[in-house]
Structure formats: C-alpha cells, structure tokens
C-alpha cells in the first residue's frame, strides 16, 4: 500500500475540481475571483469533516503562491502562532491554516489579532463548530466566512470513481464497486475518510478483480476501524443518540452516551452547547427551568472543565431527561420563518409603528396603539399582525401541564382567536 493515503493523494489542487462544493469552486464565485486576483482575504471555513476545507486553504496558498504555514489547534498554542508571526513578518502574503480553530481558547485566538489586522498574515481557519459562537467576534469581524455545504452520495460517489480513474495505484487493479451502502454509511459524509476507507478495504480483499461488496466493507473495516477513524468515536452519531435518549425521556441511555463522549474526549463546550439548544428546542415552555439549568452548566463548565466538569453536565443531562417534554416553541419558529418566506416584508401595522418625531406622528405611524396596561389585567383586544395574515396560529402550547396553564392563559384573553 502506498504510504501517502489515498485522500492525499486525490487532494484537488484547482479549485475548480473540489467536488460537492460548487457555489465556491464555479468561476463566478467571490472566492474563485479572490483566488484568481490574489486579492484573498483572511477567512473562515465552517462545515462537516472532510468536505474541502483543508483542501480549499491548500489551493488558496498554491494558486497565490504564498507560503503556507499549517496548524492544529488540538496541539498548538499561543508560542507557535508567535513563532509564524515573527516569520510572516519577513516574507509576503503568508498564509497561517489553523484546522480546529475552534478549538483554540479567547487567549490563543486573541494572539492573532494584530497580525490579522495589520496583514502580516492571511488566516485561514477551519471548523466544524458555528463560528459565531467558537470564535472570538474581534477575530470574526476580520475574517470572511464561507459555509461549506455536506457532501451528497452523488458526490461521494463521484469521488470514489475519480479516484479508481485517476489514482496511479488503484488503476493498476480492476475493482467492482458492486455495493457501496457499507461504504458511504461508514464514512458518514467524510469524504477524506471514504477515500481512506476505499484504500483500505482493497488492500484487504487482496483479489484482481477486486469485487467490493457491504458484507467485505463490513468485515473489513471492522478489523482495521481504527486505521481510518483515528477519534474512534464516531462523533456524529453518538451525539445524535444523546440528543435522541435525552428527548425520548431515557436518562441512562443518555449518561451512557455522555459518558462514551467524555471517555473519547470530546470537547466539553460542544457537549454543554448542544443540552442548552435541547433544552428550548425539546423542552421549552413544558419546563422553563431546564434552559436556566443547561445555561447554568454551560457556564459552569467553561469555568470548571474536566474531569468535575463531568458530574456537572451529568446532573444535567439527567435532568434534562426526566423533564416533561415539549417542541412547541421550535415548530413556531420554523412556521413563523416559512410564514414570512411566503408573504415577503408585510408592512407593520401603523398602530404599531414607532414615533419618535413629529413627521412620523403626521403619518399617523402609532396612531390607535393601546397600552396593555392601561387596561384591566394589563390585556387589551387589538390586532398586532399584518392585516394578511391576522388570526394565523403559529405557536400552539403543548399537551403538558405548564402549557397548559399559558393555554388557558392565552384562552381567557383571545377567546377562540389563534386557535386558543
């Protein structure tokens, strides 16, 4: 076997061969005209594992021939982005590729600054993580962000045959992708990780041809898992059966899941992050303590990390787990989005508007408002919809019993209005 792995290997050096990508890597694109202006800015490149974002800092550093200066946050610190500064500061147009920036503390990220600022460096970062809450908003404000979109199996599919076409090694052999299910569930959407996978399944069948069938992928990568998957955790669908154990009400299964995270080293803010985006999407109003108590540990494991981090977000996740549950705020939110994607910029209502001179005033903007408060129990009937869109019914309380109580809250007051 080639020592090189094969997603080396197939790594693309034009943008425009990066595949799954292509509202980045077509010619109309900005960063394909950056690219070919020289003119790249320092940026961020948010997306899943082994979807380009190495590949896309190498091509930018290739293309504009700068020097390029690689780094993992997982094993840097502050005295090796010093050390890249001082040299950035006697050549041109550096690069610094920082994988897993994510990852890097407000101090680490802080020591970039300046350097960012004045030019001395181009960075390019990479992350799996929302960028808005992983990097610091100084850094952010400096950096262009680019979302890299998942990989479809029409692309990985695409990239397995590139590389039986193109790989020198692998053209030597016939292979039959008789089967490719075992293939792409495996790697789950990792492209890098389905060329390495590929690789290593046809060293072990060992046979020209070389028929690649779900049971041999299987059995395969069963003996050699750990020469492709280096976490040995499978990240994505162990924290998907977290999230799932805790909704489905089932708090041992979801200690045992929080526990493999922790024992494979999962980062704890990405743990504490997702219980607090559970708490409101699952829980909600069904029990408001539970978004209190996920942001409370989010917090405190910031402060506390591990290993007592570990009892903190264990009382948690239990709690989390054993409270009623409910996602009527987050089906609100996501007809509201669809209700406003419909009916476009619908004007406010001109009770509703704001103001603040004396021309607004003329316009009648605020004219017939009135103040709940001035009303018995602080209610008044009056409209704060558009007009085309009165009476829709977006947020309905769930079959719970604090929900329950804001239903026959909101009953009392809008009497058969919304649905209530």
């Not at 004045?118 to 993580?129: C, D, F, H, M, S």
């Not at 076409?165 to 492209?191: F, N, P």
């Not at 069938?213 to 059995?219: H, I, P, R, S, Y």
């Amino acid at each position: 076997m080639n020592p090189t792995p094969l997603a080396e290997r197939m790594r693309p050096s034009r943008l425009e061969d990066l595949i799954g990508q292509e509202h980045l890597s077509s010619p109309s694109s900005f960063l394909h005209k950056a690219i070919k202006s020289g003119n790249v800015p320092s940026l961020i490149l948010w997306g899943p594992p082994g979807v380009g974002k190495t590949t896309i800092a190498n091509i930018i550093a290739n293309e504009i021939k700068a020097p390029f200066f690689p780094l993992s946050a997982i094993n840097s610190g502050v005295k090796d982005i010093r050390e890249i500064i001082d040299k950035a500061k006697f050549q041109t147009g550096v690069v610094l590729f920082i994988d897993e920036i994510h990852r890097f503390n407000k101090s680490q990220q802080d020591a970039l600054l300046g350097a960012v600022e004045k030019g001395v460096i181009r960075l390019i970062g990479a992350t799996t993580e929302n960028p808005s809450f992983e990097v610091n908003s100084a850094l952010l404000s400096r950096c262009q962000v680019f979302t890299l979109n998942p990989l479809g199996k029409a692309d990985l599919l695409e990239m397995m045959h590139q590389a039986l076409e193109r790989d020198a090694d692998l053209k030597k052999i016939q292979v039959e992708l008789q089967e490719t299910d075992a293939l792409l569930r495996i790697s789950g959407g990792d492209g890098r990780k389905l060329l390495n996978l590929l690789e290593i399944v046809i060293d072990g069948i060992q046979e020209n041809p070389c028929v690649i069938t779900d049971e041999k992928v299987m059995q395969i990568a069963q003996q050699k898992v750990a020469l492709y998957d280096k976490s040995g955790e499978q990240h994505y669908d162990i924290i998907s059966a977290f999230i799932k154990s805790i909704r489905g009400s089932d708090p041992n299964a979801a200690v045992y899941w929080l526990a493999r995270m922790i024992e494979g080293g999962e980062d704890v803010k990405f743990i504490a992050r997702r219980l607090v985006i559970l708490a409101s999407e699952d829980i909600g109003n069904s029990n408001p303590n539970a978004l209190l108590l996920a942001t409370s540990s989010f917090e405190a494991v910031k402060i506390i990390g591990y290993p007592e981090a570990r009892i903190i977000l264990s009382q948690c996740v239990t709690y989390l787990a054993s409270s009623p549950k409910s996602n009527a705020s987050y089906l609100a939110i996501n007809q509201a989005q669809a209700l406003v994607k419909e009916t476009g910029n619908l004007s406010v209502p001109f009770p509703l508007r704001n103001a603040p001179t004396k021309l607004m005033k003329d316009l009648n903007y605020g004219k017939g408002y009135q103040y709940a408060h001035d009303f018995p129990g602080n209610f008044v009937n009056q409209e704060f919809l558009p007009e085309e869109i009165k009476n829709t019914t977006l947020y309905q309380p769930g079959d719970n019993v604090r929900e329950q109580e804001l239903q026959t809250f909101l009953s009392k007051r809008w009497k058969g209005k919304y649905g209530y």
